[in-house]
């Protein structure tokens, strides 16, 4: 994290002044009105799904409850205790171990790590299942070396299930935990680690006492990001064929031809993830942990330098991560590209790239602004109903993009009619449809479903500031928007920048929304990849993913790199 000197007022001066000076507390209605406002546009969706799963006659529900439910909750929830799992132990081992230890290629791992980010489910999905067929390269060497003949000859673990779904989750998920808790370890371990060795204690009772309990808001932040994105996946659950309650939703939707029901299985689902927010703000409601900024150190403290053969197993233990998540799907995805070369300059793949740039980049500058001001807001006020606005903006990522998209689709139509019918009555003129269908519909759909991720990204940053810095520069002259832009933008950059990166690459990514609410001829990548795979030739395909790959791989090794240099900074 930046220290902000020279480019504002610093915290020690602040602070330091601020002993001395009263300050004085104001409600801020104008921030509560805006924040209730964008609160009121993010949960319209889910009011007009609830609309729509009121409206059913309940004759769905002996079946789902019966045959449905049950099986689709426990499967749920035994994926998400498995992703959880394996996220935290690959996240937070890795993040310490570049951060901590000494080794070979360390600098190169370290930004390496982030690439599965890069790779959406469903990508990843489609190639584990080539990777682990039986045709596949592994168990064509598996025959080679031990001379099996027929798969009656071996027994190999199936992929196409509950913890295969969860294993190709976490291999392309536990960036999100790698990413948040690098940061805590970088601007705080290190020093923490160093005056606890300092007292005798040991690496291993460092980690355990120390830094786990000082790392546990960024992984709880990490760790709920990565359960709601599994919750809302749908493309590896369906291909590996695990009835999770999102596949329920839809085959209940498309296959039983029963909105209402499929509705009403979404509203469980959001029950679920808002028991997911409740828990991570309750595991974090005593966590407040900033750096102390009264020295600033020119020489970072050292890592500790592996020796013997603990100096290359590191190394080989990180690349892992890096060849599960991102070297399988580049690797399968890349063999069928080369032998369509010619698509890199189809006119089709270049349109979906600049759309999906397009929506990325403007969804990730108006989410970054809008999760800002509200936990601004929050910090400003300290209310009760503010920090449950701020709650309330997150809940669209609770929701599976296809279900969100329909019920923003809903309130996106009647405000057109609406305005139409107006415009009819008093100009004399029709206005058509302004919003249903645009492109400004797709970016509406994607800042709602990742205001949270922006929000929990920039909170586990500002959840490490002094709580009266603000408050503190006030009463030394500054207004309130000064001192968020003096001192509390400079000191949150690397937050800021996490959150940006992670609402273009998951941008980029989306699928199921942008499938409803995409005008008529506009494409993304990602539609593209999937038009060609509901054709029965995802290998058309290809070319288009390799380019989702690279579209998103490339802010997210620049994020990595300047995160690391803007931390070691501020030791």
Not at 88 to 97: I, R
Not at 196 to 215: E, N, Q
Not at 379 to 393: E, I, N, Q, Y
Request: glycine fraction near 8%; charged fraction near 15%.
């Amino acid at each position: 994290m930046t220290s902000g000197a020279g480019q504002g007022i610093s915290g020690e001066a602040i602070a330091a002044d601020a002993r001395a000076l009263p300050v004085k507390r104001s409600r801020h209605p104008l921030l509560g009105t805006l924040a209730l406002a964008i609160a009121v546009v993010v949960v319209l969706p889910v009011f007009s799904l609830v609309f729509v799963a009121l409206s059913g006659t309940g004759e769905d529900w002996p079946h789902l409850i019966e045959n449905v439910l049950p099986g689709a909750t426990r499967t749920t929830l035994a994926l998400l205790v498995m992703v959880a799992a394996l996220t935290s132990v690959a996240g937070v081992a890795c993040a310490w171990a570049v951060v901590a230890y000494d080794f070979p290629f360390r600098r190169m791992l370290s930004w390496a790590l982030v690439l599965p980010l890069a790779v959406p489910p469903y990508l990843a999905a489609y190639a584990f299942g080539e990777f682990f067929h039986y045709q596949g390269p592994v168990q064509s060497l598996v025959r080679a070396v031990f001379g099996f003949q027929t798969i009656r000859d071996y027994w190999f673990p199936d992929i196409r299930s509950t913890w295969g779904t969860a294993f190709v989750l976490a291999s392309v998920l536990y960036p999100y935990v790698y990413l948040t808790t690098r940061i805590v370890f970088l601007m705080q371990g290190r020093n923490i680690a160093d005056v606890a060795r300092t007292l005798g204690a040991s690496p291993a009772r460092v980690f355990w006492r120390v830094l786990l309990p000082v790392a546990r808001p960024a992984i709880v932040a990490g760790v709920a990001l990565v359960l709601m994105e599994s919750i809302n996946d749908i493309g590896a659950a369906e291909y590996f064929g695990v009835r999770t309650l999102t596949v329920a939703v839809y085959t209940t939707w498309l296959n039983r031809g029963s909105l209402e029901g499929g509705a009403q299985i979404a509203i469980l689902m959001l029950v679920l993830v808002v028991l997911l927010l409740v828990a991570e703000q309750w595991a974090r409601r005593r966590q407040r942990f900033h750096a102390g900024r009264g020295t600033h150190l020119k020489v970072h403290p050292p890592r500790l330098a592996l020796k013997g053969w603990t100096r290359f197993a590191m190394p080989a233990a990180l690349l892992l991560p890096i060849l599960s998540g991102f070297g399988v799907p580049i690797t399968i995805f890349g063999q069928y590209a080369s032998r369509r070369l010619e698509q890199f300059a189809s006119p089709d793949v270049a349109r979906a790239f600049v759309n999906s740039l397009m929506t990325a980049s403007i969804t990730a500058v108006v989410t970054v602004g809008i999760a800002l001001f509200l936990l601004n807001a929050q910090r400003l006020s300290k209310t009760r109903s503010m920090a449950a606005m701020v709650r309330l903006a997150s809940v669209g990522y609770a929701l599976p993009g296809g279900i969100l998209g329909l019920g923003l689709l809903f309130v996106l139509a009647r405000f057109d009619n609406s305005v139409d019918a107006f415009a009819r009555a008093y100009l004399g003129v029709s206005t058509g449809l302004l919003l249903t269908g645009s492109a400004a519909a797709v970016i509406l759909a994607c800042t709602i479903r990742f205001v949270a991720l922006a929000e929990g990204a920039i909170r586990s940053g500002m959840e490490k500031l002094p709580g009266s810095l603000d408050e503190a520069a006030r009463s030394l002259g500054k207004t309130p928007a000064q001192s968020a832009t003096s001192v509390l933008l400079p000191l949150l950059k690397p937050a800021i920048l996490t959150a940006a990166v992670l609402v273009f690459v998951d941008t980029v990514k989306e699928l199921s929304a942008t499938i409803l609410l995409r005008p008529f001829g506009f494409s993304t990548l990602a539609t593209h990849v999937y038009e060609n795979a509901s054709r029965g030739v995802p290998e058309e395909g290809a070319v288009a993913a390799i380019v989702i790959i690279i579209t998103a791989m490339v802010p997210v090794v620049l994020l990595s790199g300047a995160l690391v240099r803007d931390a070691e900074a501020s030791l």
